[in-house]
């Protein structure tokens, strides 16, 4: 099974300034047909999870800008350039090469 | 706008059974595989099972195989997950969620409560 660990757990950020969320999987995410399948998701307090990244890079329909996704093989970054009061919540990767996984979360507070 | 509204969660001992069903709406369900995402606090989220769109096709979680089915009724605009033999440990938020497959979980239900105790 790939497990996926997500780095930092917590992350307090002032209002305008980015934030960074790591991602790594316990195995190289490259698929056979040569794409990756790794998601990020947004849980907001009591919210079901919103996708935010599909396939390391792409934003969902109507994800600001604000919100980017990288990497590859076994390491991935969400990133946030400036973080609003509205982004606070619980950002999770999932891996979808090999049925899905989901990392244990990291939580975002505004400082 | 897509939708998807689970039911039939609530309180079981352990050993029992229940049912879960998600109606779905606001897009061609016959286009779309569709999940079964649990969330618990100490484990967080868990993917569960999917099934294709004409339901040939059927993937479970280590977990609960042999134990959970997933089915769906495309007629109906409707997915079920059976489970049976239940376990404190599938105590748990259930999500019914759209599954584009490799374009990921997009959309999720509200999510039900199943609460497995004595």
């Known amino acids: 099974d790939i497990v996926m660990t997500q780095t930092p757990l917590s992350l307090s950020v002032t209002p305008g300034q980015p934030a960074s969320i790591s991602c790594k999987s316990s195995?190289?995410?490259?698929?056979?047909?040569?794409?990756?399948?790794l998601y990020w998701y947004l849980q907001k307090s009591g919210q079901s999870p919103q996708l935010l990244i599909y396939d390391v890079s792409s934003r969902f329909s109507g994800v600001p800008d604000r919100f980017s996704g990288s990497g590859s093989g076994t390491d991935f970054t969400l990133k946030i350039s400036r973080v609003e009061a509205e982004d606070v919540g619980v950002y999770y990767c999932m891996q979808g090469t090999h049925f899905r996984t989901f990392g244990q979360g990291t939580k975002v507070e505004i400082k | 706008e897509v939708q998807l509204v689970e039911s039939g969660g609530g309180l079981v001992q352990p050993g029992g059974s229940l049912r879960l069903s998600c109606a779905a709406s606001?897009?061609?369900?016959?286009?779309?595989?569709v999940t079964w995402v649990r969330q618990t606090p100490g484990k967080g989220l868990e993917w569960v099972a999917n099934?294709?769109?004409?339901?040939?096709?059927?993937y479970y979680v280590d977990s609960v195989k042999g134990r959970f089915t997933i089915s769906r009724d495309n007629a109906k605009n409707s997915l079920y997950l059976q489970m049976n033999s239940l376990r404190a440990e599938d105590t748990a938020v259930y999500y019914c969620?759209?599954?584009?497959?490799?374009?990921?979980?997009?959309?999720w239900g509200q999510g039900i409560l199943v609460t497995v105790s004595s």
């Open positions: 195995q190289s995410l490259l698929h056979s047909d040569g794409k990756t399948y």
């Open positions: 099934i294709k769109q004409d339901g040939s096709d059927k």
């Open positions: 969620a759209r599954d584009g497959f490799h374009n990921g979980i997009d959309y």
């Open positions: 606001g897009f061609t369900f016959t286009t779309y595989w």
